[in-house]
């Protein structure tokens, strides 16, 4: 499935950062200092594990928590709700824990639910902060000042990604190959979804085809590709920014929740995606060292 249009390799991450830094004026300008949203008691808005780690692999969660700072209460969800799949992507951090481990690989984790902000969003899509999801409104999502927006993307998406520039920016002798975790329900709109896994590319698909060939290749599992979720620019902000956008080979791998419920489901594939990696690690290289560099 094509995804993407049509700018150069480099036009998105400046605009994305445009846009970024259009927060930041606005909020320099005002001469009104933002409402601080997290208490000094809260935790951190990003966690980087592993950072030294070893492998050409570097490992991102957008979706790792479903935790709302205290200031916002519930955003008006029960918990139920926030427990779903709205709230986050359930075993992706479990998946991507255990895959650092594996492949001595760094990874970097979002700290809060992504109805707070979605760290995978650009800051001028709707679904940056979402009004409603999957048919679910948000109160506490509607009628947001720029204040109340800035704080978020200022204490919670800025810290996110500003940990993944400057992971990447240390590891200038390494190569770095860009993997990015996330879970998908099993159901949507009714539908049940086919895929075990699913592996996405933007508009580069050389790693994501290493990858879709190792894990398809046993006949075990439904693997989709580009399925259930294509890249676009439009909605998508970690693997056009920090993949494509360096020129880094990059790959979306989308888990379906029910497979990683359990720790032992989470440990498996783990164990899976770290086997696969290992199998095309050589010729990912060979393609990344092919690549042009600035
Ligand atoms: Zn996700």
Redesign the pocket.
């Known amino acids: 499935m094509k995804s993407g249009g049509s700018e150069g390799v480099d036009a998105y991450p400046a605009h994305a950062r445009r846009i970024t830094d259009r927060f930041t004026l606005m909020d320099s300008d005002s001469g009104v200092s933002a409402v601080s949203l997290l208490g000094s008691n809260e935790s951190v808005p990003v966690e980087l594990v592993n950072a030294d780690g070893g492998s050409s692999a570097v490992l991102v969660c ?2 790792a928590s479903n935790r709302v700072p205290q200031q916002l209460g519930s955003l008006g969800l029960d918990d139920v709700q926030l427990a779903d799949h709205i709230g986050w ?1 359930p075993g ?1 951090a479990e998946v991507a824990r255990r895959l650092s481990t594996l492949l001595d690989a760094p990874l970097v984790l979002s700290g809060y639910s992504r109805l707070v902000i979605d760290c ?1 969003r650009p800051l001028l899509s709707v679904g940056s902060i979402a009004e409603q999801s999957d048919g679910v409104p948000v109160p506490g999502n509607r009628g947001l000042s720029l204040s109340e927006r800035e704080s978020r993307i200022n204490e919670l998406f800025r810290p996110y990604h500003e940990a993944i520039d400057r992971l990447l920016d240390g590891r200038t002798r390494r190569p770095s190959l860009l993997l990015s975790i ?2 998908f329900t099993p159901v949507l709109n009714g539908q049940p979804r086919p895929w075990h896994i699913g592996v996405s590319h933007w508009r580069d698909r050389q790693l994501a085809a290493l990858m879709l060939g190792v894990l398809a290749h046993t006949g075990e599992y439904t693997v989709g590709d580009n399925e259930p979720y294509p890249i676009d620019a439009d909605i998508d902000y970690t693997i056009p920014v920090h993949g494509e956008g360096r020129g880094l080979p990059s790959v979306m791998i989308e888990i379906r929740q029910d497979e990683i419920r359990t720790t032992s489901g989470a440990s498996a594939w783990a164990t899976r995606l770290a086997e696969a990696y290992r199998k095309i690690e050589a010729e990912a290289l060979q393609y990344f060292e092919s690549l042009p560099r600035t």
Do not use: P, R, T
Request: no cysteine.
């Open positions: 957008d979706h992507d992706a995978n996330h879970s």
